[in-house]
């Protein structure tokens, strides 16, 4: 099962996006198999074309976006974040991002940085002096609150998703209970005709002893045996009616509350 399942991911990416806007902080949300489920959103070059696009930074990044969980500081010095998306108990997906320096950054260190991953440092500097600055308790209320709105909306759409399939279930089962019950109206029917048959042919039997007379005896105990039967017969008949009845009731409240 995959969130796109139940959940409508353009209603995540507009939230996100909305996010995003508010608090400045970068991020993108991605499934169990690790594909994106919503854009790219806020990311800044700093992290993608220049970190990331290193080989050696590359290589550092993945290690953070694999080892590295909660609100976290990342290898280049900005801070990050991983929310994990959680469903029934079962690991669905996560939101992450950030993408932002917590204080004012040291521009040496980030330079001293950018030679080392094989980065024009003039470049570097430039693009980390366009990422947003937020406070450290900012950034971890903000992926805070991202992780539980997502969380809690996701989880209501599966809820909801899940009963109305219990619900076109109890429909199902519903109709296929009332066209049963007809089948077995039709069944108690026929043993009403047997039923009659049966006490005829008991009728005819005793006749037919009476006016043998001595030799008429193997008759008359044929006659009481379908007479018996015909009475079995009738007090099976009538319980399966009752119990049709009974079900018939209980069925019809289930429709009612459809």
């Not at 989880?155 to 089948?183: A, G, H, P, R, V």
């Not at 005709?193 to 006490?199: A, D, K, L, T, V």
């Not at 009481?224 to 017969?233: D, K």
């Not at 009738?234 to 019809?252: P, R």
Request: hydrophobic share 40%; glycine share 6%.
């Amino acid at each position: 099962m995959k969130i796109a399942d139940f959940f409508d991911l353009s209603l995540l990416d507009e939230i996100m996006r909305v996010w995003s806007k508010a608090t400045g902080l970068a991020t993108v949300a991605v499934d169990s198999d690790g594909k994106y489920m919503s854009s790219e959103i806020g990311f800044t070059d700093f992290c993608i074309k220049y970190t990331r696009g290193s080989k050696e930074g590359c290589r550092r990044c993945i290690k953070c976006d694999n080892e590295c969980t909660g609100t976290y500081y990342c290898h280049a010095g900005l801070m990050d974040f991983s929310q994990d998306i959680i469903v029934d108990g079962q690991y669905m997906g996560k939101i992450i991002g950030g993408q932002v320096l917590p204080e004012e950054p040291d521009e040496e260190k980030f330079r001293d940085m950018a030679v080392e991953l094989d980065i024009d440092p003039d470049e570097y500097i430039a693009a980390l002096r366009k990422v947003p600055i937020r406070t450290e308790e900012g950034i971890r209320a903000s992926a805070d609150l991202l992780g539980k709105v997502v969380n809690m909306l996701v989880n209501f759409e599966y809820t909801k998703k899940k009963n109305q399939n219990l619900i076109d279930t109890m429909n199902s089962e519903i109709n296929s209970s009332m066209e049963l019950i007809k089948k077995v109206e039709e069944y108690s029917k026929d043993l009403d005709s047997i039923e009659n048959r049966q006490n005829i042919l008991s009728l005819n039997a005793s006749i037919e002893a009476a006016r043998a007379g001595e030799a008429g005896r193997g008759f008359a105990v044929v006659a009481g045996e379908v007479r018996n039967l015909s009475a079995r017969s009738s007090d099976v008949n009538k319980h399966i009616k009752a119990a049709l009845a009974d079900l018939d009731v209980s069925i019809s409240k289930m429709d009612k509350a459809r």
